[in-house]
């Protein structure tokens, strides 16, 4: 078939003969090649997002632009939706593959073209990987329906389960280790013949000898250029066509500029040639760029570790027997059968049966955890003993484990002040390394226009800010990477920031400084005619079931044989659940709630310094139960870590205020509050915000969110609500409280780091470049330097993996603490 000239105006394919489509674009009329790019084009324009035609890189001409919509209906199957899908209430979540984006115009694009579907509750997306996380309403928008509209507007949509999580990073890093691998082998071979060149011009060269190493020379060194070098070449032009110029634009111009005047220098068999420059240039850059790459990977190694863990099938409970069935057919309220040796496949409660089990994969710590009846366990734990049959609660998109993928990609998309200003820093130092180079080259042609190229090069070559540049990407990915094999995921990287500024620190009590496993110490009636102190016990657990709060753990599992039909349930946060059981209505929490609806009710004081939970029907309140939660092992310790590095510490408790001052005073906290509602905890971070204190919040429960979500920084607890770990800036895996100390000495080792690179840095460029535009480097010695500055970079940035910061707490000494209270 023959093709006329014209491209398409979306795509870039040659439009064929006899085909004649436009889109009416900016009121222009455009070329297509067919009608789906047709339809992605005016969906653009009439999404008001044309805006991507004019920061776009070259389209990829391999990428299948047209979208078919009916092929991704069955994403709405049940199995796939479980499996790629995370449901939490009406929000749904996945983590997405985009094929066809290449360029930033296209990050933008995609984030702006799914601002405007409706539903859309948060998009995060990872240039690098080519990943996005999206958050919707389910009820208003089906996974089919955003997959097609992301293939509406031009990319390719694959979703990833955990298992598949690393399939992006492999294929990085296996393109990045053939570059280094080829410009190192040629790399080397083109240094030998430039010894022979250099010891010729020493002692004597035979002109026929020395224009074939020439010739050598260059024909090893176009693998260079052509295919380690090209990552630079495209990123440089990229940086062109989007009117951002970034780091790699000096690189080419310099890598370009020296294999053209050595291409020419042999051709004519007259000047320097710069093919070992050019070869050790693109060797050690290369290396530095592959030790930031595995720097950004180590982040979410142990999430791929474990991924790579879980089996394909699990042994599943049917009508007394046993069934293999593969994990995708795995339902919540399955019952599957746990043996030693076996790594858990999904998340679930222990309905019999004791089991030890390792997390140190999950959450850091190294000592095997016992597990028994009611306990929860985790997706990726490994059983070394014992016997236990699970009920499966999550599977899927929704276990820990897939959770823990979707944070390590928030947080690698994520971008702290400092990173964003060290790029505009280095944008700006792109422009000014090239008006120092044309400077240069101007100076020299009128004092010795023979090394005018020379010194220029060296000029362009030594002053790139690649050093600048990674300076602090490369710490923060090193950093994150070390805490994560530690147990604490950092979602926003804020957080490190604000851990280095000796903020004031507000602990939440209950499941933050206790342990979060509250028993019912006592049951008390409080009406001569209310059931028996057990049925009202079994009342409240099956109320209590429909709660996440800490405190709801506290009433045993319900007996499923029991007919406690829940209806019309209200969870209030902060307060507690209303509820009604055939006919009656009942409340269970604080006593001011249950108070709520009663005509008289004499409010009556604590019981001690437990905790009080009341039970009440319509008309009476029937029950007060006395709740008991013991001290985190770690807890004191911990908090005199913090206090040693100058942190300020503060309780904001719901709790009243006995149970508070009890644990304020065994942890030496002088400042807390008590009897606070979500909202009193919100207005105490704003009201410190507002004299000039920088927050960090940690808690764990669902009422915690809105305030994690207020202060400068926050930490959730795993153990906590999943509403609390998505407001959170990062959360701790593990039961030790003594991570936040890990944190705060690895944030400040990462601030010492940072700043070290960045002096390195500053200093490199005010040393060398003096000394290459006065001609006193030669290229080589200008692409050693700057190469070696960017390895130096990395490599001190590095260190952070071999951290020796220990947690503040044992994590086998056996310390326990025995107060009570919870809040």
């Known amino acids: 078939m023959t093709l006329v000239a014209a491209p398409c105006f979306h795509c870039g394919e040659p439009v064929p003969a006899g085909i004649s489509l436009f889109a009416r674009l900016g009121g222009e009329d455009q070329p297509m090649c067919c009608v789906g790019c047709k339809a992605v084009a005016e969906f653009i324009a009439a999404s008001g997002l044309s805006a991507f035609y004019e920061h776009r890189d070259n389209p990829d001409p391999q990428f299948d632009l047209t979208p078919r919509m009916g092929q991704w209906h069955h994403y709405d199957a ?23 984006m290449y360029c930033t115009a296209c990050v933008w694009l995609f984030d702006n073209a799914l601002q405007k579907l409706p539903g859309i509750k948060s998009v995060s997306v990872n240039p690098a990987t080519k990943r996005a996380v999206v958050g919707w309403d389910r009820n208003l928008l089906a996974f089919s329906e955003l997959l097609a509209a992301i293939a509406r507007v031009g990319f390719k949509p694959a979703p990833l389960a955990a298992d598949r999580a690393a399939d992006a990073r492999d294929a990085e890093y296996r393109h990045a280790l053939k570059r280094l691998i080829v410009a190192a082998a040629a790399g080397m071979q083109v240094m030998m013949f430039a010894v022979a060149l250099y010891a010729g011009e020493m002692f004597g060269i035979e002109g026929g000898i020395e224009r074939f190493l020439r010739i050598i020379s260059l024909l090893v060194t176009v693998p260079i250029i052509l295919f380690s070098a090209r990552p630079f070449f495209a ?39 710069y093919f070992d420059s050019i070869a050790m240039f693109v ?45 995708d057919r795995l339902r919540k309220d399955d019952v599957l059968s746990i043996r030693p040796g076996d790594v858990i496949p999904v998340d679930g409660d222990i309905l019999s049966g004791k089991i030890s089990v390792d997390e140190s994969l999950l959450t850091g710590e190294s000592m095997s955890i016992q597990r028994s009846m009611g306990e929860s366990v985790h997706a990726g734990a490994m059983v070394h003993t014992g016997n ?51 400077m240069t080259a101007i100076t020299w042609y009128y004092i010795e226009p023979g090394r005018a190229f020379e010194t220029a090069l060296a000029t362009l070559v030594v002053t790139c800010p690649c050093a600048l540049a990674l300076a602090t990407p490369a710490a923060l990915a090193a950093a994150t990477g070390r805490l994560a094999r530690a147990g604490f995921l950092v979602v926003r990287s804020r957080v490190l920031d604000v851990l280095t500024r000796s903020p004031i620190i507000i602990f939440d009590k209950t499941g933050t400084l206790t342990e979060g496993r509250p028993r019912v110490l006592t049951a008390t009636r409080l009406l001569d005619t ?257 190469s070696a500055s960017s390895l130096i970079v990395v490599l001190n940035a590095l260190r952070l993996h071999r951290s020796k910061s220990a947690r503040a707490a044992p994590e086998a000494s056996g310390e326990t603490a025995t107060a ?3 809040s």
């Open 78 to 100: 049940d199995d796939l939706l479980n499996r790629y899908v995370h449901v939490t209430d009406d929000l749904a979540e996945a983590t997405i593959d985009l094929g066809g």
């Open 235 to 273: 990123s440089a032009w990229r940086g062109i066509r989007a009117r951002s110029p970034g780091m790699d634009l000096p690189v080419s111009l310099a890598i370009g500029g020296a294999f053209v005047a050595s291409t020419y220098a042999t051709w004519a068999n007259n000047g320097d040639i």
């Open 283 to 327: 060797l050690f850059l290369s290396a530095a760029r592959f030790l930031e790459m595995r720097a950004r990977h180590r982040s979410d190694d142990h999430a791929v570790a474990l991924a790579e863990l879980l089996p394909d099938t699990a042994l599943r409970i049917v009508d007394g027997g046993h069934e293999i069935v593969a994990l």
């Open 388 to 438: 236990a049959t699970v009920r499966v609660t999550q599977t899927g998109a929704s276990t820990s484990l897939a959770e823990i993928g979707r944070m390590l990609e928030r947080a690698q998309a994520d971008r702290p002040p400092v990173a964003i200003l060290a790029d505009r820093i280095a944008r700006h130092f792109v422009t000014a390394v090239l008006a120092i180079t044309t």
């Open 530 to 786: 209310a059931p028996p102190a057990n049925q009202l016990l079994d009342t409240a657990a099956a109320i209590e079931a429909a709660s996440e709060h800490v405190l709801a753990r506290a009433f045993p599992i319900q007996d499923q044989s029991k007919n406690n039909t829940l209806d019309e349930v209200e969870v209030v946060p902060g307060s507690g659940v209303a509820a009604t059981i055939g006919d009656t209505a009942y409340r269970i929490g604080k006593q001011a709630f249950v108070a709520e609806q009663l005509d008289a009710y004499e409010m009556q004081s604590p019981s001690g310094h437990r905790t009080d939970v009341y039970l009440a029907d319509a008309t009476n309140v029937l029950a007060r139960f006395e709740i008991g939660d013991e001290l985190r092992a770690d807890a004191q310790r911990t908090i005199e870590s913090l206090r040693e590095k100058k942190f300020r510490i503060m309780i904001a408790s719901g709790d009243h205020e006995a149970a508070v001052a009890k644990i304020a005073a065994r942890l030496g906290i002088a400042q807390w509050r008590a009897n606070l509602t979500p909202q009193d905890k919100l207005a105490l971070v704003h009201t410190l915000r507002e004299q000039g204190e920088l927050v960090v919040m940690v808690g764990d429960g669902i009422n915690d969110a809105p305030v994690l979500a207020a202060a400068d920084a926050s930490v959730a607890l795993d153990a906590g609500t999943a509403l609390a770990r998505a407001s959170a800036d990062a959360v701790s895996l593990g039961r030790q409280l003594g991570a936040l100390v890990t944190a705060v000495e690895i944030a400040a080792d990462t601030r010492r780091i940072i700043r070290q690179n960045l002096a390195w840095a500053l200093c490199y460029n005010l040393t060398a470049v003096p000394l290459a535009v006065s001609g006193l480097l030669a290229p080589w010695m200008a692409a050693l330097g700057m």
């Open 820 to 822: 009570g209270v919870t």
